[in-house]
């Protein structure tokens, strides 16, 4: 069946660092692959998507780019902030319904 | 445009005592709803699923269960709560492939 394995955490960065969360999926068919966020106490938050081969989804300086070949979609950012520090989720949606999978999230500590 | 609440936000419920869930969206008709469950140190598993009116889908067999009276609300409900049903309940409105989370209910059984 589907599923969505992303890295363990926590990731541990100083502020300015790059970062890269892992993650890669099993699916058949085309799911949509998209990424949310947690910050403490909260509710999840979309952060952003991507529905086909080689799209490129971006916000708030996130991007990930669905990679067909490598069953992939690694979350980059160019220089974390301490307001980053969260967990983040990978998920797929199944392409008949839009029931979201998930990994089982990283967190994610950016110190000063 | 599309708002989802969930409420109460927080709750301490006695082994054994009911729960009642609520949750609403606003700015949309017809919604596929969902209630996940976040248990502590753990990802988001799926609970139920519902596409219409009196229409759900139970993900995994539990002492939880799940109405949608009308089309914008979603309830999640227990007769007699256990201490493994703590955890962080969320709710969920989906359109067009992508899924919308409320702003989620703590749940403590002591």
């Known amino acids: 069946g589907n599923s969505v394995t992303q890295m363990e955490g926590p990731v541990t960065l100083s502020e300015e660092a790059f970062l890269t969360i892992n993650c890669t999926y099993t699916?058949?068919?085309?799911?949509?692959l998209f990424w949310y966020v947690q910050y403490p106490g909260e509710g999840l938050q979309l952060l952003l998507k991507a529905t086909k081969a080689d799209d490129k989804g971006s916000n708030k300086g996130f991007e990930a780019t669905y990679r067909k070949e490598t069953t992939s979609f690694h979350l980059e950012k160019g220089s974390v902030q301490v307001s980053d520090s969260a967990v983040y989720f990978c998920a797929l949606s199944d392409q008949n319904t839009d029931k979201l999978i998930f990994g089982t999230g990283t967190r994610l500590q950016v110190f000063p | 445009s599309q708002t989802i609440h969930q409420w109460p936000a927080t709750l301490v419920q006695p082994v054994g005592s009911p729960l009642s869930l609520e949750c609403t969206v606003e700015g949309t008709s017809n919604p596929n709803l969902y209630w996940y469950r976040q248990a502590a140190g753990r990802g988001l598993q799926l609970l139920f699923y519902?596409?219409?009116?009196?229409?759900i889908s139970s993900e995994v067999p539990q002492n939880l269960s799940a109405s949608r009276p009308q089309d914008r609300q979603f309830i999640l409900s227990s007769k007699k709560l256990l201490l493994s049903d703590s955890g962080f309940y969320l709710c969920a409105w989906g359109f067009r492939n992508t899924i919308y989370f409320g702003e989620g209910s703590w749940l403590t059984v002591v």
């Open positions: 699916a058949t068919g085309y799911p949509s």
């Open positions: 519902s596409v219409g009116i009196g229409q």
